[in-house]
């Protein structure tokens, strides 16, 4: 059975695509399932850290079914979010969520003019991507001075006692549950295996320095599996 990390550069990123496409219709329910509906509350968390004021332009990068941008309108109806991703199929599957404006979208290379939001956010984008540093310097490039980043996404955990616990959860039980709710096995071994494959959380800090951020910082959530970063250009 191969993953998309099997693979390099943009073939890795045409199995990301097609990986989503497989499983669009059934991610929000897999998604509500796998973390106990707390990812509800790291979604509000990640938009109150985006400190939308009214009239404020909002990115959401990697927005699949566009759960952030729809979270951003909730805290601030006057806001104006944007939810981009480079899989049709999950924006269309968030199409039957209510409106929202949505735009394709390459993280590598966005298709917006610089300085055009006052916030960029993502949930669980970052660890898919083929080249961070570069999907970074793109969300600096089109934040303005002063805007904010926030990123949500699992990490690698610390060694803790919970370590053997956490390991047959993600290799064992989220697997075996993507199979039983999308039938995409893979997509569901895909995702412990990219968390591993990721950056620390620490690390993550220095990438997000290195694009020109200021102020970094971060929490961990769910025993450390799960972190929200942010910063200020
Ligand atoms: C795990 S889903 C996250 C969806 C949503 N943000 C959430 O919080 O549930 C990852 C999303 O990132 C998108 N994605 C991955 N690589 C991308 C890239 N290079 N450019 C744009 N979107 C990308 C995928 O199409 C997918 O919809």
């Known amino acids: 059975m191969s993953t998309p990390l099997d693979y390099s550069g943009s073939e890795r990123a045409r199995r990301v695509q097609s990986m989503f496409t497989q499983i669009a219709r059934r991610y929000d329910l897999m ?3 796998m973390t106990a509906g707390q990812d509800v509350r790291w979604r ?7 400190q939308l004021e009214p009239g404020d332009s909002l990115l959401d990068l990697g927005a699949g079914t566009g759960d952030l941008a729809r979270e951003a309108l909730r805290q601030q109806p006057a806001s104006r979010p944007i939810a981009a991703d480079f899989t049709l199929e999950m ?5 039957n969520h209510g409106p929202l404006d949505w735009s394709a979208a390459d993280a590598l290379r ?10 960029v956010v993502s949930g669980f984008l970052m660890r898919n991507v ?5 999907a970074l310097d793109e969300q600096y490039r089109v934040l303005k001075p002063g ?6 996404d699992t990490t690698r955990p610390r060694p803790n ?3 053997p616990f956490i390991w047959l959860h993600l290799h064992f039980v989220i697997p075996l549950l993507g199979a039983l709710l999308t039938g995409q096995r893979e997509a569901y071994t895909y995702l412990p295996e990219s968390t591993e494959g990721f950056l620390r959380a620490e690390e993550l800090v220095a990438r997000m320095a290195a694009a020109g951020f200021k102020k970094v910082s971060f929490r961990v959530k769910m025993f450390g599996t799960v972190a929200i970063h942010w910063g200020v250009k």
């Open 44 to 50: 509000r968390e990640v938009i109150q850290r985006a």
């Open 130 to 134: 083929t080249d961070v540093q570069r």
């Open 91 to 95: 924006m269309r599957a968030g199409q």
């Open 161 to 163: 006692l919970l370590s």
């Open 110 to 119: 966005l298709p917006f003019p610089d300085a055009a939001f006052n916030a």
């Open 31 to 33: 998604n509500r399932i």
């Open 147 to 152: 805007g904010r980043i926030v990123i949500l």
